[in-house]
């Protein structure tokens, strides 16, 4: 009997193979998105998550940052808009997203951090996913009460200089603008059983052991 095979595009190449097979390497690959509001601690989790699972680590700023210094043709398209005072469009971001997608096609998995924001950009990643044989693994929402949010974020402030963390009516408005915004991008993941919230107040390696259950469980 002919075992039943799919074809997996890999790298540009289409390879036949057994549908239990592909299954595997999908669930091995581990795609997270990271998500939480200013002063979460993302960044921090971040880091730990990318050495314990080897992953890479996709901040949509750095990302923005780095297509601009490299001087592709996408950076300069968002160096244009931002220079212009203009947000960068979705359709800009998912480029560089998929650029990087396909400059580490051996990957174990990826943390996008930044990025979706909305549903509408998270129906785009899935589509971009989807064309390249892999899915969102999970989301993983920190979750901390505004007040302490603020605390930590003027604190930062201090310490890094950064002038919109130095004014708390900023920073109360950018928490209450994350929220808003962020609700229905929470439903969409959790219409496909994929988001999980953990509180990301307590040690950074209590909630770091948090994350890791999850994953390990998925």
């Known amino acids: 009997m002919l075992m039943q095979k799919y074809i997996l595009i890999f ?55 780095s297509e601009i210094k490299e001087g592709t043709s996408l950076g300069l398209e968002a160096k244009k808009l931002m220079d212009d005072g203009l947000l960068v469009p979705d359709d800009v971001v998912i480029g560089m997203i998929k650029s990087k997608l396909d400059k580490n096609p051996k990957s174990q998995g990826f943390i996008f951090d930044g990025f979706p924001r909305t549903q509408k950009q998270a129906k785009e990643l899935d589509n971009l996913l989807n064309h390249q044989s892999k899915s969102i693994s999970v989301m993983l929402a920190l ?43 929470k439903d969409y993941y959790a219409s496909q059983n994929k988001l999980h919230e953990i509180s990301g107040t307590g040690s950074v390696l209590d909630i770091a052991k948090k994350l890791n259950n999850i994953i390990d469980n998925l």
């Open 11 to 65: 790298n540009r190449l289409e390879i036949k193979l057994p549908i239990d097979y592909i299954c595997i390497l999908i669930n091995y690959m581990k795609n997270i998105v990271l998500f939480g509001p200013p002063g979460a601690g993302k960044g921090t989790q971040a880091d730990l998550l990318v050495k314990k699972y080897n992953l890479i680590h996709l901040s949509t700023g750095d990302i923005l940052r």
């Open 143 to 185: 979750v901390v009460d505004d007040k302490e949010l603020i605390k930590r974020l003027l604190n930062r402030g201090i310490s890094s200089g950064r002038s919109d963390d130095q004014d708390e009516k900023i920073i109360a408005n950018r928490i209450n603008e994350y929220n808003i915004k962020t609700t229905p991008l």
